[in-house]
DNA sequence: ATGAAAGCGCTAACAT
DNA sequence: ATGTTAGCGCTTTCAT
């Protein structure tokens, strides 16, 4: 009984004794060389003993002859939140797809620089990275620059990084604060995953922009930040409920844990939602949908973005692309109950 | 500017040349090998040479040489269920710090046998494999019989397969019903993962053992089968509900996904949690927390389970060890708004 | 259309 | 204590 995966399995030496031919002309055969012709009457054969003798390549050996892993790296900071585990699920299918094996790096949080660092000099086990990060000025990003090997950026655009897939968040902003506004709502507090150094008022202009566009003002009162966790999200929410001055009848938590959070916190305080207060986000999911009452969300294909990520990092290894750089657009407005019309 | 990550980076050679030794004794060095003796000083030098040309071994070169890839897969079949991030922070973890790499394959549900077992037959690319499944005689489970490298089953105890972490869910399903028994319930309802052939009541004996303990009979109208699913949850709780007779003061479901589910569907009938039904579930997390009213559970040690499941492989792998065999206990009864004494 | 042969970077006997 | 050397399994010129 074999001890591991590269023990006494068949090699091509064993398949190209079998057919009767040289190594050279299995490898041609089974690497699916098209440069080079083999007559289909010998192609026949080889594939049949390479069926039959269950022959699988050695990937390291390949590896070690033509510099290639066939591995690409995604670093998470988040395992255990919806909007990484479907990318990674996105990337996986992406991955696999291409023959390309996934490897999977959890930045832990606060880890710091020396952890990051050396967690992703073990980049030279991956043609590539897939690099996601909550935090713009993320050592992990200066990590992934010196890993010597391409990157994709997920869902954030960084001064400096060319390789990005984005999502269009400010119109998902502007399709959430549109439905609110429609529904009569005026005083719309938004929760923030962090603040805009120019302009104090949320990183994303589709807050401002839907409130200006329907008249109304911004109110730095009901804005606060929240950070990307359940916990950030009800903090956030609670900080907002204890200011003085009225109180917003409707919010906009910029992802679904801030979300999460914030109904954790009007539920503490007794507010209803929907009836005292309309709850809005962006990013559905299973969570959306198990909350009390379930939330109204705007759509966001972050599997498709785990995807794309993978697919363009890979024909960036290739050489078949200069640079990775899409927008997304938001799905659609998925009405449930958590928002109501303005009584 | 390199293309990958293997590509015109320093080698062994490199080293060597540099330290005006030979690639052997910088083999010795670098790999710590201790069989062999390397006086203080010709280390010193290599390991400056080594940190001042960056030298990152080739991995690929390593593995076909000592027939190991150092990496490890793990075959999860939901990535969006908290059970399962968890598992696998714990694994990358035990993997990192074992000098291994994690890589993930992701078993969509229903991909049938071909697709499992050509995705698993890429074993080949690792030296052993953690299998998770929820269906127990899943082909995930011959796949991974078939991929000729050493696996340990996570969270799960099957008929053949000898290596497994699991974890004493009996033992976790009675705390609960201790708890809610405790609390004066008597009409306990239980959703299942799935039915026992034998009994038809649940595969945990928690449940039933509970009721016999405290006097009770166990009634097959209080018991359902939920899955693994928040809609298996909703779906199970809503039978439940559905079925003639008195209905339960309290409800156990076995997971924190069908406990999800489970409230949504008290939600819909306007039951109030706690005050018409108790819920107590098994496997915290900041979702337990964020539901409302926040969930009483049982932790689990998810996380050390991903640990010690690697842990074991790896001493598999490196023969210290024949057979990986252990049951972790649940961790403590957290006690939440889900749950009242009975009035 | 196929074969011969070199060599990717590393480790582990075996020599010295 | 250190050097020499033979491959691990594969791809890829270069011959034929």
Redesign the pocket.
């Known amino acids: 009984m074999p001890r591991n995966a590269l023990t006494s399995r068949p ?3 064993d398949v190209a004794s079998a057919a009767g ?5 299995v ?2 055969v ?2 699916g ?1 098209t440069s ?4 289909d ?2 192609r026949e054969r080889i594939l049949a003993c390479a069926k039959q003798l269950d022959y699988q ?2 990937i390291a ?2 590896s ?3 510099s290639r892993t066939f591995s690409l790296g995604i670093a998470v900071p988040q395992l255990d939140n919806p909007v990484f585990s479907q990318m990674i699920i996105g990337a996986e299918r992406g991955a696999r797809a291409n023959g390309y094996s996934l490897l999977i790096a959890h930045i832990e949080e606060g880890g710091g620089d020396a952890d990051a660092y050396a967690r992703l000099a073990r980049a030279n086990r991956v043609d590539g990275l897939l690099v996601t990060t909550l935090d713009d000025n993320s050592v992990v990003l200066k990590a992934a620059k010196q890993a010597k090997v391409p990157f994709v950026m997920l869902n954030r655009q960084v001064q400096g990084v060319r390789n990005s897939i984005r999502f269009d968040v400010a119109r998902a902003a502007r399709m959430a604060m549109d439905h609110l506004i429609g529904l009569g709502h005026r005083r719309i507090a938004h929760l923030s995953g962090q603040l805009n150094p120019s302009t104090g008022i949320g990183r994303f202009a589709g807050y401002r922009d839907a409130l200006l566009a329907a008249g109304l003002e911004v109110d730095p009162a009901l804005v606060a930040v929240s950070g990307y966790t359940i916990k950030g999200g009800a903090d956030a929410m609670r900080e907002i409920l204890s200011r003085p001055g009225p109180r917003p009848t409707a919010v906009f938590p910029l992802t679904l844990l801030a979300a999460t959070g914030a109904m954790m916190a009007l539920h503490e305080h007794g507010i209803r939602v929907p009836q005292d207060m309309s709850v809005v986000t962006v990013h559905d999911g299973p969570i959306a949908e198990a909350m009390f009452p379930p939330l109204t969300t705007v759509r966001m294909p972050v599997e498709q973005m785990g995807y794309d990520g993978v697919v363009g990092l890979i024909e960036l290894i290739r050489g078949e692309r200069k640079v990775v750089d899409a927008t997304l657009a938001p799905l659609e407005l998925v009405v449930r109950g958590s928002t109501a019309r303005l009584l």
């Open positions: 090699t091509l030496i031919v040289d190594v050279s002309t490898s041609r089974l690497s060389n080079q012709r083999v007559s009457e010998t390549p050695n050996a390949r070690l002859r033509v």
